[in-house]
Nanobody
Framework: QVQLVESGGGLVQPGGSLRLSCAASGFNLANYAVGWFRQAPGKEREGVSCIGTTSFKTSYLDSVQGRVTIMRDSGKNTVYLQMNSLKPEDTAVYYC????????????????WGQGTQVTVSS
């Protein structure tokens, strides 16, 4: 069964850090581009970051550039999103998604999605 499971969300104070995980089962995540998206209340879902099938190809939303790092752990069939210096505007449900081809900000081109993990940045 093909499945993506996000974890690592939670409540954190402004300036804090979280590491989100996107664990895959039933398929080899290394063969797919993996995107992280987020959706805040009342807003459309937006792409946060993406990593291609080779870890050299990464992309980031301008507002998270320099604060967020996406990385693969092929041994664990997992992609991580390390988020530092978190701001209240980072509050959202974060989703990971996979695409057989390269990264794209167009979410409808991703084939599989996880259920999401809540990130809340608040004092």
């Amino acid at each position: 069964q093909v499945q993506l499971v996000e974890s690592g969300g939670g409540l954190v104070q402004p300036g804090g850090s979280l590491r989100l995980s996107c664990a895959a089962s039933g398929f080899n995540l290394a063969n797919y581009a993996v995107g992280w998206f987020r959706q805040a209340p009342g807003k459309e879902r937006e792409g946060v970051s993406c990593i291609g099938t080779t870890s050299f190809k990464t992309s980031y939303l301008d507002s998270v550039q320099g604060r967020v790092t996406i990385m693969r752990d092929s041994g664990k069939n997992t992609v991580y999103l390390q988020m530092n210096s978190l701001k209240p505007e980072d509050t959202a449900v974060y989703y990971c998604a996979t695409r057989l081809y390269g990264c794209t900000p167009i979410e409808t081109l991703y084939q599989s999605w996880g259920q999401g993990t809540q990130v809340t940045v608040s004092s």
